[in-house]
């Protein structure tokens, strides 16, 4: 059974550094492509980064292009996602979510099976 835990969020200052971990207890994920999404308050889930589950292929929106690093490690099931020069406008919800290939290049909310239960990011100016 699959079951998405992140961890990992706070407050921060802009400018700061935090890393954000997601792991599947049902011991899944390694098969499969992953990704992280975010939403503020008042919008739309985003996409943010996800990754192949060979690790092989990256992709990332344009907004953290640069800043941002998704990597996964498949012995452990889990998933990272790497967050420098953080900005205010990265505020929101971020969850980690199990795609339904091991493909990476899925950038809509419906290219996924599972999700999990988001952590709280908050970035002060």
């Known amino acids: 059974q ?6 990992g969020g706070g407050l921060v200052q802009a400018g700061d550094s935090m890393r ?3 792991v ?3 011991r899944t994920l390694s098969g499969y492509s992953a990704g992280w999404f975010r939403q503020a308050p008042g ?10 589950r060979s690790d092989v292929a990256r992709n990332y929106a344009d907004s953290v292009k640069g800043r941002f690093i998704i990597s996964r490690d498949n012995a452990k099931n889990e998933i990272y996602l790497e967050m420098n020069s953080l900005k205010p406008e990265d505020t929101g919800i971020y969850y980690c979510a199990r795609g ?7 950038r809509y909310a419906y290219e996924y099976g599972y999700w999990g239960q988001g952590t709280q990011v908050t970035v002060s100016s």
Do not use: N, P, W, Y
């Open 2 to 7: 699959v079951q998405l835990t992140e961890s």
């Open 20 to 22: 954000l971990s997601c």
């Open 24 to 26: 599947d207890s049902g």
């Open 43 to 52: 919008k739309e889930r985003e996409f943010v980064a996800d990754v192949s």
């Open 100 to 106: 339904r290939t091991i493909h990476s290049g899925h």
